[in-house]
């Protein structure tokens, strides 16, 4: 079956960065694509951007350009998602979903991870 | 950035109920529109796709309908199961964006 898996709790300090990761299985890794989601303590969902499991081709929110990395390991199917500079607005559980392969297929995550808790405070 | 605005922000009812909630985009999203459940302290689960289209396993007592700024999820016949939050996403443009959330209770 489809499986996400993702790294656990992290808390960390303002300024700092963090490095999520998530390891996929039960389907053609390079055959879709990851969306990352994330959800502050009792808000909404926000999109911060996709990669293609295919090439690496990253397509990043506005709003997270030049503070997020996303990357994709294909020899371990495993994503990662890296964001730089925290900050206390910062603090939520990220989520990665299997998603379509090339930008204009994705935004349809079908399948999530269990989320990880990302802390920031001083 | 595509504005996506759901309707009611919390709703009440009973099982056996049919309950409707509505989601407006900022502008028109055509048909690219999709709807998820998320339970507390899970995961969003995807419910339907492209307005209309069951995920695989998704019960047929979910339906959802609309294109362009309005759309709509219906849920007939309230199970127990099915009270938690939904959320629309549009996926016309990036940023894919999502409405604020419904919460169904009991």
């Known amino acids: 079956q489809v499986l996400l898996v993702q790294s656990g709790a992290e808390m960390k300090q303002p300024g700092a960065s963090v490095k999520v990761s998530c390891k996929a299985s039960g389907y053609a890794f390079v055959s879709y694509g990851v969306s990352w989601v994330r959800q502050a303590p009792g808000q909404g969902l926000q999109w911060l951007g996709w990669i293609s499991g295919f090439n690496a081709n990253t397509n990043y929110a506005q709003k997270f350009q030049g503070r997020v990395v996303m990357t994709a390991d294909r020899s371990t199917n495993t994503l990662f998602m890296e964001l730089r500079s925290l900050t206390s607005d910062d603090t939520a559980v990220y989520y990665c979903?299997?998603?379509?392969?090339?930008?204009?297929?994705?935004?349809?995550?079908?399948?999530w991870g269990q989320g990880t808790l990302v802390s920031v405070s001083s | 950035d595509i504005q996506m605005t759901q309707s009611p922000s919390s709703l009440s009812a009973s099982v056996g109920d049919r309950v409707t909630i509505t989601c407006r985009a900022s502008?028109?999203?055509?048909?690219?529109l999709n709807w998820f459940q998320q339970k507390p302290g899970k995961a969003p689960t995807l419910l339907i796709y492209?307005?209309?289209t069951l995920h695989g396993g998704v019960p047929s007592r979910f339906s959802g309908s609309g294109s362009g700024t309005e759309f709509t999820l219906t849920i007939n016949s309230l199970q127990p199961e099915d009270f938690a939050s939904y959320y629309c996403q549009q996926r016309y443009n990036t940023p894919f964006t999502f409405g604020q959330g419904t919460k169904l209770e009991i």
């Open positions: 502008r028109s999203v055509h048909t690219s």
């Open positions: 492209d307005v209309s």
């Open positions: 979903a299997r998603d379509g392969v090339g930008i204009a297929a994705a935004g349809k995550p079908d399948y």
